[in-house]
């Protein structure tokens, strides 16, 4: 079992920065990915960044060039630098941990870009 605690969330103005944690505990171990998705009030969850335990980051064309993802050394956080930020970026973050084919999620920061 994996569990997961987001963290950073809140209020930002448009072209503002956020950066959002994700604190994982429990069974972490092997190949795995992590990485954020967003969900928007009265829309889907979509991709917002992954990356893998080889530190390979795939982004959502909408973020590419505005958000950074990167893991620490020991792999048991993640982190979502939000930079730019516009009044479309205003969703729930949720963080993901894959692994085995298990998927383990949290329970959600918002954020709200605003001005």
């Known amino acids: 079992q994996v569990q997961l605690v987001e963290s950073g969330g809140g209020l930002a103005q448009p072209g503002g920065s956020l950066k959002l944690s994700c604190a994982a505990s429990?069974?972490?171990?092997?190949?795995?990915?992590m990485g954020w998705y967003r969900q928007a009030p009265g829309k889907q969850r979509e991709l917002v960044a992954t990356?893998?335990?080889?530190?390979?980051?795939n982004y959502a064309d909408s973020v590419k060039g505005r958000f950074t993802i990167s893991r620490d050394f020991a792999r048991t956080m993640v982190y979502l630098q939000m930079n730019s930020l516009k009044p479309e970026d205003t969703a729930v973050y949720y963080c993901?941990?894959?692994?085995?084919?298990?998927?383990?999620w949290g329970k959600g920061t918002l954020v709200t870009v605003s001005s």
């Open positions: 990356i893998t335990s080889g530190h390979n980051t």
């Open positions: 993901l941990y894959t692994v085995a084919g298990m998927d383990y």
């Open positions: 429990g069974s972490i171990f092997g190949i795995n990915t």
